[in-house]
């Protein structure tokens, strides 16, 4: 009788401290955001609570996740920015699925080896979404990000004097402005030629200046990266006497630039159907072309000049 009591006392005792782990597992928040914000195939089998039982992951001994291996598994949807809570991570595997939007940070991951996503939709990496300094993301040994539409300018001098870092795959993008020059000579760099929408071929060569006024007035207007109509940024021929831009229906909510005015040769300015606040500045009147601007649809007030 004592036996027994023992026994199912032990039997409570041990479901009871098993439900406590499962629950204060330290990464099940971000797996749980990971798994709202992809769209998971039935065939993956997210549902127990513990996450480390979801299949194409891996923890470690005390719970943590060190393995997302979700290669070729037809996902669709985006990455959480709380994926660099992750603290063990150590590799990620995504490629060949139809991931979009944003890489978020990953700047805590202080293990992680291995980042691999080929072949998805990602459009955007923010300049601070790998190196802030020195010494995050200290483990990087390969980064693949080949064949996605990532955009905007690649922030280089991050990757110079990389401890670990030894391959970078930025090949089939839709990356702008120079073409990235690395110093680190310990590392690969799979960037093939004509792959992307770098303004030059030649590595690290500066842009056309008026390539970089339009970066700057895509940034200051609220444009992730360049998204204009006029591909511009890609060919230097028609960047030197750009005589049209379009910027409609991009969501833009940053103020009219003024740098427009530095773009002499400009003929047509199209902004309509933006959120652009504030009021139209004094500076469009400058490029004595212009000939056509229209700021209709967007929340400015004041005369036009
Ligand atoms: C890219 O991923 C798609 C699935 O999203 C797959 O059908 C295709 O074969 C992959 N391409 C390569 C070159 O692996
Ligand atoms: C880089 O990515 C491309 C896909 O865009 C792939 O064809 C190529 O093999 C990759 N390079 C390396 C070194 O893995
Ligand atoms: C790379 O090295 C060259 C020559 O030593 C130097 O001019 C350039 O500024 C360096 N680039 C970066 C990003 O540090
Ligand atoms: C205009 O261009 C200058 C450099 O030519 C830059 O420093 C400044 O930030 C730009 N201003 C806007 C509003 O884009
Ligand atoms: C554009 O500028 C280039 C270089 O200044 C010039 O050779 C070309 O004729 C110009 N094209 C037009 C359509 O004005
Ligand atoms: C837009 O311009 C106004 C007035 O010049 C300024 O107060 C505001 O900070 C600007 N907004 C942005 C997003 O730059
Ligand atoms: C801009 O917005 C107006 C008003 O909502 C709409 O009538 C017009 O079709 C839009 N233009 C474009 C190009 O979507």
Not at 163 to 187: A, D, E, I, W, Y
Not at 224 to 232: A, I, L, T, V, Y
Request: hydrophobic content about 35%; glycine content about 6%; aromatic content about 6%.
């Amino acid at each position: 009788m004592r036996a027994i009591y023992l026994c199912v006392s032990l039997v409570f005792v041990l479901s009871i401290s098993v439900s406590v782990q499962t629950q204060s597992r330290p990464d099940a928040a971000v797996m749980q955001d990971l798994k709202a914000s992809l769209v998971i195939p039935k065939h993956l089998k997210w549902s127990d609570p513990d996450a480390c039982q979801w299949s194409h992951v891996i923890c470690s001994d005390n719970g943590q996740l060190t393995n997302i291996e979700l290669q070729d598994q037809n996902l669709k949807g985006t990455l959480p920015p709380s994926l660099e809570k992750l603290s063990s991570l150590a590799v990620m595997h995504l490629e060949n699925n139809q991931l979009m939007g944003p890489i978020p940070s990953l700047v805590g991951l202080r293990y992680l080896q291995v980042v691999i996503f080929d072949n998805d939709s990602f459009s955007y990496m923010p300049p601070d979404a790998l190196f802030s300094d020195i010494c995050s993301l200290s483990s990087l040994e390969d980064l693949s990000l080949g064949h996605n539409k990532l955009t905007g300018i690649f922030p280089v001098s991050s990757f110079d004097n990389h401890p670990k870092l030894t391959t970078l795959n930025l090949t089939n993008n839709l990356l702008q402005g120079p073409t990235p020059r690395f110093n680190n000579s310990k590392l690969t760099v799979d960037i093939r030629t004509g792959s992307n929408s770098f303004c030059l071929d030649d590595l690290g060569l500066a842009c056309d200046s008026r390539v970089n006024i339009l970066f700057s007035i895509a940034e200051s207007m609220g444009a992730e990266s360049w998204k204009g109509n006029d591909p511009c940024p890609t060919c230097l021929g028609e960047i030197r006497n750009i005589t049209g831009i379009s910027f409609q229906i991009l969501g833009l909510s940053g103020n009219i630039s003024s740098n427009f005015s530095m773009l002499t040769s400009l003929k047509y300015l199209i902004v309509s159907n933006n959120s652009l606040p504030g009021t139209i500045p004094s500076e469009l009147t400058t490029p004595s072309s212009l000939q056509t601007l229209d700021v209709s649809n967007n929340h400015l007030h004041g005369r036009v000049p």
